[in-house]
């Protein structure tokens, strides 16, 4: 199982873990009820190409922004995961008690 | 050919494919049948989640549903894909780090609670049940308006084809043959919507050619002549407040969904959760992306061809007369001019039915008959993808969880196995049942479905993972009365559907609708979860290591054996 000494070091790598989810989520919540509901009506009268931009936020750019938010977590968490060494994520079949 | 015959042919053949993955994805252990073997690539699985998750409903029904709400349809398109958002951040790695087969698994242990497990399982399987019973209606009416048969056959053919890979495969033969169903939902609507935004705009790219067109403004204009509402402009039919609710309730309510959520434990590590949670939103946002364009594009088009015609070049457009005859479509010289006006009050002539949208845009477009077959295909794929998910959760929910964790723990491999086969056939016959014959609320309820997994399941399951001091007593309350309000409300909002009163008892909690109050459940959960958690004793020692266990994504599978 987790070994003590690994704590301080799991508790950083949760600190980090959950400062990216942070940012990340207000983005989210920037983007999708700030942009795309709560500044909807004045955002109606900027025209974004051939429509308007509160328009485009609400049907077409706040998705692209959550597929961007879920890209960069997975890469950034790939990486979190290296720098502290959980990269090596093994499936252990304890039917046959090998790792693979 | 005929349209019916090669609509018949494609459908026969992309039947006989999902049939041959049940039949090569049979699996022989409980692993095997609930979480696929923890196998599944991330790719694949973000495909077969985007299955899962489109149903009927998206494919049929949302483009139309959006080009009828204007800007406000917005709700559906950003609330169901917000959620990937939060689920992918928030749960999907620590419940696959976690590893066991459903949802009430890990409520259950969580919360140290056999109770709670059961409410949880309650809950998955009436979010499921509600949701099942439209998908298997939609079986039946593509197989009715394509091929002219009964409703009732088209769902025992539905039925039919989910029992057997369901059956015989489990997750496992769900997972492949939800991969092969996406394929053939998202090339049957790209090539619905490339066709007539290419047709319309010269822009085959439906999602390109709506920013860039001005056709939405088109629209906008048309319809503001015909004295309908202003296309593009925010909170033209519903308040921003509402708009703001329903679409928190239904992101949160996505994040909630139990049918979802296990689809996160098939696969290997915790590094593939993350993953499928880029292929789903990419796979979901395909559609979901391509929606309001076909929207936009396909109302401008129907208003355009019928609008200030005269009946008798109406009645010469071959397909009008063929929707005409399901009475979706209807068209009525009120004032004898001869001429067919669009109006939005009584001197209206024409009706389109909102379901038409994506169903008639092939043929209004003129395209060729094989896409017409394709679009009936893909209609299939949406609905029983989706039905084929929702079983495995509710029949998971109750032979793993109220079965063999609450009532015979001491019950061998092959017993277990054997009563998620049976529970699996029970779950298909009584979704079949509501197939046949809908209760009339059944469209009414899907807020049901997403109000209740806001209210109960997310919260729960998110304080679970963050929040170490979140005891036993925190998340029961805050799971009742979180359930309790939202179902209270939702009766009391949506009691002519559901007990026939002549109105509303209440028509909204402070201008909350019924699909919208879910995201106030939710919020009430958390915090009697919060205020209750904090006033009770802390939980033992080994839940709050189990919560510590979670969080680091090492040795994952090690707690994958029950």
């Given amino acids: 199982m987790v070994e003590k000494k690994l704590t301080e070091k799991q508790q950083e790598y949760w600190k980090k873990n959950i400062g990216l ?38 049907q077409q750019g706040s998705i692209l922004v959550f597929i961007a938010l879920i890209v960069i977590y997975a890469v950034r968490m790939d990486k979190l995961d290296k720098e502290y060494d959980f990269h090596e994520i093994k499936i252990t079949d304890q039917k046959k008690g090998v790792s693979a | 050919m005929s349209v019916e015959l090669l609509t018949l042919i494609i459908i026969a053949i992309t039947f006989a494919f999902y049939l041959y993955i049940g039949w090569w994805a049979r699996v022989r252990d409980t692993k095997g049948f609930y979480v696929a073997g923890g196998e599944i690539p991330a790719v ?16 049929i029904s949302m483009a139309g549903l959006i080009s009828f709400m204007g800007f406000d349809g917005t709700v559906y398109l950003m609330g169901w894909t917000g ?7 928030l749960l999907a790695p620590y419940l696959r780090k976690y590893g066991k087969y459903t949802v009430p698994d890990f409520i259950g242990d969580r919360y140290y609670s056999n109770t709670t497990r059961a409410v949880a399982a309650l809950a998955t399987i009436f979010i499921s049940m509600t949701y099942v019973a439209g998908q298997m209606r ?21 039925m039919g084809i989910v029992a057997f890979f369901a059956i015989l495969g489990g997750m496992k033969g769900i997972t492949w043959t939800q991969v092969a169903q996406y394929s053939v939902l998202i090339i049957a609507y790209m090539i619905t919507a490339g066709a007539i935004a290419g047709m319309l705009t010269g822009i085959p790219i439906p999602q390109v050619a709506l920013t860039f067109s001005g056709f939405a403004q088109k629209l906008t204009n048309l319809q503001v002549e015909l004295g309908l509402m202003e296309y593009i402009k925010p909170f033209q039919s519903m308040s921003a407040l509402n708009v703001f609710a329903v679409t928190l309730a239904l992101m949160i309510g996505t994040a909630g969904l139990p049918h979802v959520i296990v689809r996160f434990y098939t696969v290997k590590t915790v590094r593939a959760a993350r993953w499928s949670g880029v292929w789903a939103i990419i796979f979901i946002a395909l559609l979901y992306t391509t929606a309001p364009a076909l929207g936009v594009f396909a109302k401008y088009n129907l208003i355009n061809s019928l609008n200030n015609k005269t009946v008798e070049e109406v009645q010469q457009i071959e397909w009008a007369s063929k929707w005409a005859e399901t009475g979706l479509f209807q068209f009525n010289d009120k004032n004898g001019d001869g001429i067919l006006n669009m109006t939005n009050d009584d001197t209206n002539e024409i009706v389109i039915d909102r379901d038409t949208i994506v169903l008639s845009t092939p043929e209004v477009a003129q395209l060729s008959p094989f896409v017409i077959a394709l679009v009936a295909a893909g209609g299939l794929a949406a609905a029983l993808s989706t039905a084929a998910g929702l079983l495995m959760a509710m029949s998971s929910a109750a032979a793993h969880d109220i079965y063999y964790r609450i009532l015979r723990p001491e019950a061998t491999e092959q017993q277990r196995l054997k009563v998620a086969r049976w529970s699996i056939l029970g779950a298909v016959l009584i979704a079949g049942w509501f197939g046949i014959h809908p209760p009339g609320f059944v469209g009414e309820v899907v807020a049901f479905a997403f109000g209740l997994a806001a209210a109960s399941l997310f919260p729960a399951i998110l304080l679970g993972i963050f929040d170490k001091r979140m005891n036993r007593q925190g998340a029961t309350w805050g799971i009742g009365v979180g359930l309790a309000f939202t179902f209270i409300m939702i009766l009391l909002m949506r009691s002519p559907q559901i007990f026939g009163t002549a109105k509303p008892i209440i028509s909204s909690f402070f201008g909350i609708n019924a699909q919208g109050v879910g995201s106030v459940g939710a919020i009430l959960n958390f915090a009697i979860s919060y205020f209750v958690s904090r006033n009770t004793e802390a939980p033992p020692q080994e839940i709050q290591d189990l919560v510590e266990e979670i969080r680091i994504p090492r040795g994952v599978g090690q707690a994958h054996t029950h």
């Fill in chain 1, 21 to 58: 989810i942070r940012i990340l989520l207000i983005i989210w919540a920037l983007v999708s009820y700030v942009g795309g509901i709560i500044l909807a009506v004045p955002f109606s009268r900027i025209p974004f190409f051939g429509v308007n931009l509160a328009f485009w936020l609400a």
């Fill in chain 2, 44 to 59: 694949a699985n973000g495909a077969a989640i985007a299955a899962d998750w489109m149903s009927g409903a998206s494919f």
């Fill in chain 2, 83 to 89: 959620g990937y958002v939060l689920l992918t951040l």
């Fill in chain 2, 138 to 158: 939609g079986v039946g009416i593509v197989f009715s308006r394509f091929l002219q048969v009964d409703i009732t056959i088209g769902v025992f053919i539905g």
